[in-house]
């Protein structure tokens, strides 16, 4: 039987981004970088809570027992969310763009707890080669890629020895794989991973217990799954166009959490910018916390 997308929650995100499954919590938390918010959903109870952010988030990291969140100007950090209280983000490093209106997009943690986020510059429609990759841990922030337009599908190996990235991009639209030292946190030998998807673009990713590499079809409303070597072996259907970014989480991990976006364009009644689960028949593995 073919894995089916049940919606979560009745929200409709205009950017629905950066799913991460908190096992202390047993609970799903997730942005929407343009509504300027964070999610939070608790299956066991289906209890829904959100906190208004001062700046747009690209994503999440769980952090002690907070979270960092990468933001317009830089990293900031806030406390354990509680339902009905504010969050109230600290700056922990400022970044220095390469041009004028940018912000942090796509970003988590490798498997040894430094986080990795890209930037981008917030018209897509510039095409500008603006963004880098950035790397922050207890020694500050430093630059490990640029020349990147919109970076995206950021994502590890189980052993944490490959590290998957993908621009967005319609002008290059790819998914690359790096060898990654897990001792340094430097990726080295970047080649190509998924040369172009059957369908759409290349946005969020997540891998699983396997190996396997789950990478969102944006314009496609698709999930498809790579194995390490590069071959798709499974398509998964969701009923949003613009998928963004998937993450596994449950109290198995066997859950497949998709987030979507919802473009000026929607029909009424449309299910874009909404949060689907699926069991998809793979576990996934639990994210690492920041350590910075």
């Not at 994503?59 to 339902?83: E, F, H, N, P, T």
């Not at 969701?238 to 919802?262: E, H, N, Q, W, Y």
Request: charged share 20%; hydrophobic share 40%.
């Amino acid at each position: 039987m073919p894995a089916t997308a049940e919606r979560v929650g009745t929200q409709l995100c205009g950017v629905g981004e950066s799913p991460v499954w908190r096992p202390a919590d047993q609970a799903f938390y997730w942005t929407d970088i343009p509504g300027r918010m964070l999610w939070r959903w608790t299956p066991a109870t289906d209890a829904f809570a959100h906190w208004e952010l001062p700046q747009m988030a690209g994503s999440i990291a769980m952090r002690g027992d907070g979270w960092l969140l990468a933001m317009q100007d830089g990293l900031y950090v806030c406390d354990a969310l509680q339902a009905g209280m504010p969050c109230s983000p600290r700056l922990l490093a400022a970044v220095a763009h390469t041009a004028p209106d940018m912000r942090f997009n796509d970003g988590r943690c490798d498997r040894q707890g430094r986080f990795l986020a890209g930037t981008m510059a917030m018209d897509m429609g510039l095409a500008l080669p603006a963004g880098r990759l950035y790397r922050h841990d207890a020694s500050g922030v430093s630059v490990l890629l640029d020349d990147l337009i919109v970076p995206n599908g950021l994502a590890f190996s189980p052993d944490g020895a490959t590290m998957y990235l993908s621009d967005s991009h319609p002008s290059r639209a790819s998914v690359w794989a790096f060898d990654y030292d897990p001792g340094t946190g430097v990726p080295r030998n970047r080649r190509v991973f998924i040369a172009a998807l059957p369908a759409g673009r290349p946005d969020g990713a997540a891998v699983d217990a396997d190996g396997g590499y789950w990478i969102c079809g944006n314009d496609a409303g698709r999930i498809y799954r790579y194995t390490p070597d590069g071959r798709l072996d499974r398509t998964l259907e969701v009923p949003a166009a613009k998928v963004a970014m998937c993450a596994f989480g449950g109290t198995g991990m066997d859950t497949l959490f998709v987030t979507s976006i919802r473009p000026a364009s929607a029909a009424p009644g449309s299910l874009d910018g909404a949060v689907f689960a699926l069991r998809p028949g793979a576990r996934g593995l639990e994210e690492a916390a920041s350590n910075g």
